[in-house]
């Protein structure tokens, strides 16, 4: 079965400091992986997906991805951090078909000024 | 405007109480979903739909029950059964239900059990 590890539960940059995010998986076959956001006492939003076409997943908010089958990662970066990206972040897995997505445990973004 | 409701925002429960969480779409999707999100915990599925009057279980589905007798709704409910009911529910629907498909996710019902 396939998982998903998301390292550090909780992230703290400064404002303008680059975010990394960081989501290893484990699958069987190609996976399928998503990047969501969830802002509080909300419901969770696509940032972006890997479907096997281009390895680096460019998303909304400036937010991008890329995907390294070496390191079995799908780690999200964003140049420089603003305040209204503070946030908890979900990456899922699926191997597509019939398989349905499995959630990380999320990491919250916190955003100094 | 296309996009999922849930209601209500917020549901106080006593214990021994059956309750029912709202969810309807209008983005004519086939495939419905309902997660419990606790803290720390990510989402987990609870039961899932990918065609009117057809739904399996997902990972915890002990406690609750569903119907889908609509394509835009999948109400489900929180039984006496279910020993730890307090948490986040979102409800969720995908186009198809693949794999490869975007969820897109309601604002959620945040179930309190007094």
């Known amino acids: 079965a396939q998982s998903v590890t998301q390292l550090g539960s909780h992230v703290s940059v400064s404002e303008g400091a680059l975010v990394l995010l960081r989501c290893n998986y484990s699958?069987?076959?190609?996976?399928?992986l998503f990047w969501y956001v969830q802002y509080p006492n909300q419901g969770l939003q696509l940032l972006l997906k890997?479907?096997?076409?281009?390895?680096l997943v460019k998303g909304i908010n400036g937010f991008e991805a890329e995907f390294k089958k070496s390191e079995t990662s799908f780690h999200l970066t964003k140049p420089s951090a603003h305040m209204s990206d503070a946030a908890e972040y979900f990456c899922?897995?699926?191997?597509?078909?019939?398989?349905?997505?499995?959630f990380g445990k999320g990491t919250k973004l916190t955003v100094n000024p | 405007d296309g996009g999922i409701t849930q209601s209500p925002k917020y549901l106080f429960r006593k214990e021994g109480q059956n309750v029912t969480l709202s969810c309807e779409q209008n983005?004519?999707?086939?495939?419905m979903y309902w997660y419990r999100q606790d803290p720390g915990q990510g989402l987990r599925l609870i039961y899932y739909?990918?065609?009117?009057?057809?739904?399996q279980k997902g990972d915890i589905a002990e406690g609750y029950s569903v119907s889908r007798e609509k394509k835009e709704s999948f109400p489900l409910t929180v039984t006496s059964a279910q020993k730890n009911p307090t948490a986040f529910y979102l409800c969720?629907?995908?186009?198809?239900?693949?794999?490869?498909?975007?969820?897109?996710f309601g604002p959620g019902t945040r179930l309190t059990v007094l």
């Open positions: 969720a629907s995908s186009i198809l239900g693949s794999g490869t498909d975007t969820q897109y």
């Open positions: 699958s069987s076959v190609p996976p399928y």
């Open positions: 890997y479907t096997s076409a281009a390895t």
């Open positions: 899922a897995v699926s191997r597509g078909g019939s398989e349905k997505l499995v």
């Open positions: 983005l004519n999707h086939d495939a």
């Open positions: 739909s990918q065609i009117v009057n057809d739904f």
